[in-house]
């Protein structure tokens, strides 16, 4: 199976790892995503990762239990620089992407649980004594 491509305006290296983030999508074409998922971001940065589930429901119900887990919500990884609100990094990076309508609390939406591996770490080289 190929992987599938999420579109995201940040920088996707910035991603959070190791523990799911939401990825909302408007509509319900989303919710058949499963598996491996390239997400790539702005400046053609790419990282791999997973959808380990999705669910479906209004976009205020959605924000209430997934808006502090949102791509977005990590300052690193907001599209603007400065945004430590995840709710004002949300709701600017999916006005931008859909536009203002789509911000209609009862709007259809699809929240990607996407889960991208640990970086393993870089050996240090061994200092001399």
């Known amino acids: 199976m190929a992987d599938q491509i999420l579109q995201l305006d940040l920088n996707a290296t ?6 799911p983030v939401a990825v909302f999508r408007r509509g319900f074409d989303a919710f058949a995503m499963r598996g491996p998922v390239t997400i ?6 790419s990282v791999q990762g997973v ?4 669910e479906v429901g209004r976009l205020f119900n959605l924000c209430q239990r997934f808006i502090g887990q949102n791509v977005f919500a990590a300052p690193a990884a907001a599209a603007m620089p400065g945004y430590f609100a ?6 600017d990076a999916l006005e931008k992407e859909y536009g203002r309508e789509a ?3 009862l709007e259809p939406y699809t929240v990607l649980m996407v889960t991208v591996p640990m970086q393993s770490p870089t050996p240090m080289p061994l200092g001399t004594a």
Do not use: M
């Not at 910035?14 to 523990?19: S, Y």
């Open 86 to 91: 995840p709710d004002a990094a949300l709701f």
């Open 51 to 54: 959808v380990v589930s999705t």
């Open 103 to 105: 911000l209609y609390p």
């Open 40 to 45: 790539q971001g702005k400046d053609g940065t």
């Open 14 to 19: 910035a991603v959070q790892r190791g523990t």
